[in-house]
C-alpha cells in the first residue's frame, strides 16, 4: 500500500478472529485468513486517516488465544508506542477479546489509545460490522483516549461505535452486531458513523505524555471456576499445584459449606483464592452470611465487583510479580486499570 507520510502513525496488530476472517466455501466454515495488510486494503478509508505500521501476531479464532500470545501483544504494542505510533489496534476475535484487553491493561502502562476491535459478521457478509468497527478503532486510537479500551458497535444500526474499558468490558450476546456492554459503568465514550467523531466522557482515562512501561510476568497456572448447586466437594481438588484460583460464587459472593475443606486445603497449599459473583452489577460482601465469614476466616480474598474473567487476568498478572499473600491480597482489593468501582450506575 502507498501510505501518506504526513499523516499520523498508527499500529495495526493482528490476531484474527471474525474481522480478519472470511468463509472457505470448501468447508462452508467462517476460517481466520486474514493478516493485518489485508485489513488495511480491504478498508481503503483507513489510508485516509492514518499512516500503518501493520504487523501479524497470530492468525486465530480467538478461543485458541494463550497467555503466551497475551505476552507477545503486550511486547509488540509496547514496541510500537516506543517507536512513535500515535495509537494502537489490536484486531481480535469477539468471544475472548474481553480477556485479552483486560490483560494487555494489566501488562502495559500506555500513554496513548489501545483499541481492540472485532467484528461479529465476517467481511464476505452483506451485515458484516468490520469496516464500521475498523473505522471507528481508528478514530478512537487518533483521539485523546490513554487507555486500553474496546470499541464495537454501540445498537444494531450503522450509527456509532461505543468506546468500552477493557477492564469493564463484556460480550452480552453470541451473534448482535451490539454485543458488547460496559458493565456498573457507562462507555468511555463513542465513535459517530460516519462522520467518525469521538466523544469522550468523564471517566477515560486522557492522553499523555511519557513512556509506555511493560509488566509483561504473568503465572499462567491459575484458574477460573464458576459454582453451581451441587458441586462436588472434591472438584476443587483439580486445582491443587496451582498458585491462584478465582471462583464465580453465587450472590455476595458464597460457595456451599461442603466446599469449604477442599478451599481450606487450597490456601493451607499456598494458592490464592479470590471471590466474585456471577451476578454482573454489585460486589461482593462475605461479612453477611456464616458461609461468607467462614470464607473470610480461611484467607479468601473478596474480589470487591470485579468481573470474574478480570479478576483471573489481574491475579495471573499479580501472581507473576508476588507471592506474599498479604500483598497479593493488597493488590488483588486495590483499584489499578478502573476495575474496581465504588459507585452505582443505572441504578445498580
Known sequence: MEQNPDLPELAILSTGGT???RIDYRTGAVTSQFDADDILRAIPRLGEMARFNAHQVASILSENMTTSLWIDLARGIYDEIRNGAMGVIVTHGTD???????AISFMLDTPVPVVFVGSQRSADRPSSDNVMNALCSASAALSDLGEVAVVMHASTSDDRCAVHRATKVRKMHTSR???FASIGMPPLGYVDYPSLAVRLGDDAVRRRSGEAVLHDAVEEKVGLLSFYPGMPADLLSQFEGYRGLVLAGTGLGHVSTASIGGLRDLIGGGCHVVM?????????????????????ALGVIEGEDMLPEVALVKLMWVLGRHDDPGEVARLVRTNLRGEIRRCSYNGF
Open 19 to 21: 474481522i480478519a476472517s
Open 177 to 179: 452486531r451490539d454485543a
Open 276 to 296: 466474585t459473583s456471577q451476578c454482573l452489577h454489585g460486589r461482593v460482601c462475605d461479612r453477611v452470611y456464616d458461609t461468607g465469614r467462614d470464607l473470610l
Open 96 to 102: 475472548t477479546m474481553s480477556f485479552s484487553a483486560s
